[in-house]
């Protein structure tokens, strides 16, 4: 019998790859992808911390079942990996980190008080006093639109606004799409992290209503330090296969960076400055009838 899979820590991760036109399975006790010639190619599902699953892709049982002890975020992505369909969680909200998430989001001051350290974090310097989350919401707009502007200006981008449609993907022009393969990347691995975690992605501060609302909360803080620069130095350039130009560049960024050594602790600091204390049980809760070993991986992981 083998041991039992313990899940890698998020921060000691690659952060992701992409896969299309292949059947993924286990086979020898490997996770593998056999493309239509019948050729096996391994991958090493517990050092990554999310797979981007493209169109042409399939995936066994067994597979996702591995992906999930493992705790790898399995990702159903449309082409280029602009439109996400669905995600299978390495993990999932503690009750505890989901508690006091939802604490935070659903009291006004201490809400306000964590997006204006978001704000903080992004641009640098302390948001405007006496502001609400609308009124913060309008100044950073205002601002993300400046620093699109004076990238493309910076890398002698032609640029008009932030716009595409993932239903047209070949309407958009080259910018858009560059910036929108870009960021996808950053929200898979963001996601990534978020759960494993423990914390819920759809809890969120300055996005609302989504199903991704607090992942697009905490990639924003990074997104103009990492994807969006380089979306625009590769558009730049014009190559033949934008969108895989983007992602090979992302992936070489975030290990450069340590973007996932990074964000849990940003998502802690980010919680942290809503100023309230974590929830503690109910005294008539009941313990688990079974008490849990102690964990290798992140908060969030099962196993």
Known sequence: MLPPLKPIPMKERMSMIFIEKGQIDVIDGAFVVVDENGVRTQIPVGSIACIMLEPGTRISHRAAALASRVGTLLVWVGEAGVRLYASG?????????????A??????????????????????????????????????????????????????????????????????????????????????????AVLAAGYAPAVGFIHTGKPLSFVYDIADLFKFDTVVPLAFRI?????????????????????????????????????????????????????????????????GHRG
């Open 235 to 299: 558009a730049a350039k014009k190559p033949r296969e934008p969108e895989r130009e983007v992602r090979l560049a992302c992936r070489d960024l975030f290990r450069q960076k340590k973007i996932l050594k990074r964000i849990i602790p940003t998502i802690e600091q980010v919680l942290a400055a809503g100023g309230l204390e974590p929830p503690r049980p109910p005294k008539d809760s009941q313990p688990p009838a079974i008490p849990e070993k102690e964990k290798l991986g992140d908060v």
């Open 103 to 192: 604490q935070l989001a659903l009291d006004d001051k201490a809400r306000l008080r964590v997006v204006r350290k978001m704000y903080e974090l992004r641009f640098g310097e302390k948001p405007p006093e006496k502001r609400s989350v609308e009124q913060l919401r309008g100044i950073e707009g205002a601002r993300v639109r400046k620093m699109y502007q004076l990238l493309a200006k910076q890398y002698g981008v032609r640029w008009h606004r932030r716009d595409y449609d993932p239903e047209v993907w070949d309407a958009s022009d080259l910018p858009n799409r560059c910036v929108s393969s870009a960021t996808a990347c950053l929200y898979g691995i963001t996601e990534a």
């Open 89 to 101: 969680q390495p993990g999932g909200a503690r009750a505890d980190r989901l508690l006091y998430q």
